[in-house]
Nanobody
Framework: QVQLVESGGGLVQGGGSLRLSCTVI????????TAWYRQAPGKQLRMVAS???????AYGDSMNDRCTITRDNAKNTAYLQMKNLKLDDTAMYLCRIYPPNIWGQGTQVTVDS
C-alpha cells in the first residue's frame, strides 16, 4: 500500500521559512512526479510546485519565487522549501504523487503576524 508521509508544517511568523517533507512509502519514488498543493479555508485547491523524476520543476502562481521544490530519490522524499512566508500562505499543504494518483493527509502551515 502506497503512503505519503508529510511533515514540517507548523506555526511561523510572517517573513519566516519552513521546509515541508513528503516521504513516499511503498512506491517506486524515482518514477513518480511529486507535487505540493495547498488549500486555505474557503478557497480552492491550488498547485504550489511539482517535480518530475527527471527533476523538472514547475511552480504555480501562489508562491512564485518564494518556494523551491527538490527531491532526494535515495530517501524517497520530496521537499518544499518556503521563505518569506505571508499571512496568505496559511493553508493545509498536501503532497501528491502520480502515477499512481496518491495524496497525503496534509500538513498545516499557519503564518502569524
Amino acid at each position: 500500500q502506497v503512503q505519503l508521509v508529510e511533515s514540517g508544517g507548523g506555526l511561523v511568523q510572517g517573513g519566516g521559512s519552513l521546509r515541508l517533507s513528503c516521504t513516499v512509502i511503498g512506491a517506486h519514488f524515482n518514477i513518480n512526479t511529486t507535487a505540493w498543493y495547498r488549500q486555505a479555508p474557503g478557497k480552492q485547491l491550488r498547485m504550489v510546485a511539482s517535480i518530475t523524476h527527471y527533476n523538472t520543476t514547475a511552480y504555480g502562481d501562489s508562491m512564485n519565487d518564494r518556494c523551491t521544490i527538490t527531491r532526494d530519490n535515495a530517501k524517497n522524499t520530496a521537499y518544499l522549501q518556503m521563505k518569506n512566508l505571508k499571512l496568505d500562505d496559511t493553508a493545509m499543504y498536501l503532497c501528491r504523487i502520480y502515477p499512481p494518483n496518491i495524496w497525503g493527509q496534509g500538513t498545516q502551515v499557519t503564518v502569524d503576524s
